[in-house]
């Protein structure tokens, strides 16, 4: 068996790959077309790398920080990120709530945004032995499902996973 084979070995890269230090990453909105409705107050926020890239796992989240955004310059707001880690353009889809998250619909196209991450444990390696798989997401708690569900459509894997999504209402089937 050849070294990039064996089975320790991937087992080796994957562990390491989790203790790589979270780290700062300057994005911008692309255009404005990148803010997009997803209608009952949620929108997709896509971001795109000024520089390189940030390397996470499906599943993980990022803090936001809007430098520009008056009054709000130093606020740190958590997101699962809704993307796949396959894709150029980073993801989030937010629910519009609060002070923060209200005005990020009006945000310029060309904003540099400040992302924090990866964190969290809750990725598909966890149970990468599983050929079956339930997800059950309420609400905009679906969102690292998104990421994951995404993630899985690229990598061939062919696992059957089943997702129950769980809304209030009508209003709250947008995503
Ligand atoms: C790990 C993690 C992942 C997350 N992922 C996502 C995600 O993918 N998508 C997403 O949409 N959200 C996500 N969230 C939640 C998100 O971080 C918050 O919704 C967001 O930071 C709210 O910021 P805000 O300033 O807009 O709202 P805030 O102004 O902080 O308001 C938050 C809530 O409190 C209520 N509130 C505020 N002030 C009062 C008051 N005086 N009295 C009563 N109620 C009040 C608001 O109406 C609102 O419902 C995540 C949170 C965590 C911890």
Redesign the pocket.
Known sequence: MDGDSNPRRWSRVALSSRTVQPAWATLSLPSRSEIASRGSNIIDLVMRPVDRRMMYEPGT?VFLRVPDMEGQQK?L????I?SSPVDRDLR???????????RLPSIESGTRLEVYGPF?GFTPHRFAHFRRLVFIGAG?GI?PFLGMLAFELSNHDFRRIWLYYVVRDDRGRGL
């Open positions: 989240f606020e707001h958590p997101f699962s809704s989030v889809s937010i629910r519009t709530v609060g002070d923060f998250t209200r969290g905009i969102t």
